[in-house]
DNA sequence: GCCGAGCTACTCGGATAGTTCTTGTCCGAGTCAATGAGG
DNA sequence: CCTCATTGACTCGGACAAGAACTATCCGAGTAGCTCGGC
């Protein structure tokens, strides 16, 4: 029951896209944050999958967001980068042992299930009303208004 | 994220504790669910451990609940099992990197952990609200009212 | 018939290997921009 | 001065190991009930 560390990274990742004026190539994103290279490529090859970012090849190509960061929630990155999957999987106990029930009496989910479905959508559903930009802009009220401005700077300043 | 299978055996477990007379051996647990017993025991351990069962030892001894069925709610169960630690870990990646913020500036969590946080909340309120005695009726429900004399019967008889 | 010590069998509890999944890394295919020559 | 082919370097993308967590298992410590002998 851990999410992957990725997450982190690729949500952090699509808040400094927002501040970019252009594609940013991996190898950058992960100096910006100080995290291994290679690994920050990984995921941000899930998110482009997923259609989330998009890549530039090429010279001066990276990576770029795809739609407005008022469009992009919380949980598309979640689920993109960790998949997905319903964190419970049931394993259709009630079918199984001496006093097992018969299939035809299974039609419908069993109650464990049902309640752990149920608390899935409740996390999906707090993930889906968070975007992106929500976030750029709490980082604006918490650092002061401009905050992201160096990190634009930084992003289009040549290393 | 993914959740331990041993969830849903021992929410299971506690339904069917819920129809014993009795204190029920890990043994016939295992046998009535058919799943591996050295296993289960180890889930039931933490279910010891945590307060929601107890054991009884010795001859005709087992586990019994501690608690009336409606105040074992189904997160203590899984708090139990998989642990209680928030499935998102912040690693304040702010704090890293060529543009890291000041630590004097990071007294409040960041919007990233905030946001997990809520889902994470939303997540447990959800299962806090449902209970085993729940679950128990919604097995009376969905197969017929006394749905679970057999398996009290099947508990009580020897094997 | 009643009591008690001893014993047996059964219970849980924690320490111990095997396997799957996540984490972390690498090199190759493809692409865009810059460059230099030619018209 | 403008156009175009060539070059070059930089980009992503998927395939490849290492580590950790989960899964599965075993045997030892402890306890309650039963048995048998004595009173």
Redesign the pocket.
Known sequence: ??????VEWAVHCCVVLTAASG??????LAQFHDV?A??L??H??AL??AGIIA?????????RLTRPADEVSVLDIVEAVD?ARPAFVCTEIRQRGPLASPPEACTRPCGVLRTMAAADEAWRASLRATFVADLARGMDEQYGVGAMEPARAWLAAPH
Not at 1 to 6: A, E, I, N, T, Y
Request: proline share 6%; charged share 25%.
């Open positions: 029951m851990k999410m992957s560390d990725g594609p940013v190539p991996a190898a950058r291994s290679s690994y490529a990984k941000l090859q482009s999958r890549s530039v090849q090429g010279k001066d190509g990276g990576y998949g």
